[in-house]
């Protein structure tokens, strides 16, 4: 239960800190509509979720509990369906998700660390170079296959390719040709 207060009130800040520096315009002041509107919904999609989750959560441990109770002695199909139950409650959250934006968040996101729409249009341009190298370079199957598979690790060797750059590391290489002209993102970001 506390983790679930800890993680509502995190995403919450979150939400509240974005949207005091992202919908303030210096001429109009804040746009109410748009602030109550995205309120409405994070408060709408979290309750859903919550339920949903939350039942499902139940539908689980039931069904568990009703396998325990029923069986005598603990025989294969009671410790196959115990693994299966802590398997299922270990992949509620999905980390690789989070650790990837993430590491986005930190190449793209600056000083701040929030992405603005130029540093998330390049993301999305660095994402699309990415995806045309793999592709030029392995050929339709096996370059489908490979950003499939493309994870957080990956994406850290990319990154840091110590034998391309020398020790120094590759975030200087992307660094460097991060530095594209502010008219080349900003015709992206519109």
């Known amino acids: 239960l506390m983790l679930l207060?800890?993680?509502?009130?995190?995403?919450?800040?979150?939400?509240?800190?974005?949207?005091?520096?992202?919908?303030?315009?210096?001429?109009?002041g804040c746009c109410q509509w748009l602030v109550v509107r995205?309120?409405?919904?994070?408060?709408?999609?979290?309750?859903f979720a919550l339920v949903i989750g939350l039942d499902a959560f139940l539908t689980k441990i039931g069904q568990a509990k009703l396998?325990?109770?029923?069986?005598?002695?603990i025989n294969i199909w009671v410790l196959v369906n115990i693994v299966i139950f802590i398997m299922q409650i270990?992949?509620?959250?999905?980390?690789a998700i989070f650790v990837r934006e993430r590491i986005f968040l930190f190449i793209f996101g600056g000083e701040d660390a929030i992405l603005q729409p130029k540093e998330k249009a390049l993301q999305h341009v660095w994402e699309a170079l990415l995806a045309r190298k793999i592709f030029e370079e392995h050929g339709t199957a096996k370059g489908l296959a490979l950003m499939l598979s493309f994870d957080d690790a990956?994406?850290?060797?990319?990154?840091?390719?110590?034998?391309?750059?020398?020790?120094?590391?590759?975030?200087?290489?992307?660094?460097?040709?991060?530095?594209?002209?502010?008219?080349?993102?900003?015709?992206?970001?519109?």
């Open 38 to 47: 995205k309120w409405m919904k994070l408060i709408l999609t979290r309750s």
């Open 154 to 190: 990956d994406f850290q060797k990319l990154v840091l390719n110590e034998r391309q750059f020398g020790a120094r590391g590759g975030a200087v290489a992307l660094k460097d040709t991060s530095s594209t002209s502010d008219s080349d993102v900003d015709s992206l970001s519109e």
């Open 67 to 73: 396998v325990l109770a029923n069986s005598e002695s």
């Open 5 to 28: 207060v800890l993680v509502v009130v995190g995403d919450v800040y979150k939400f509240y800190t974005y949207s005091t520096t992202r919908w303030y315009r210096a001429d109009a």
């Open 90 to 95: 270990l992949g509620i959250v999905q980390l």
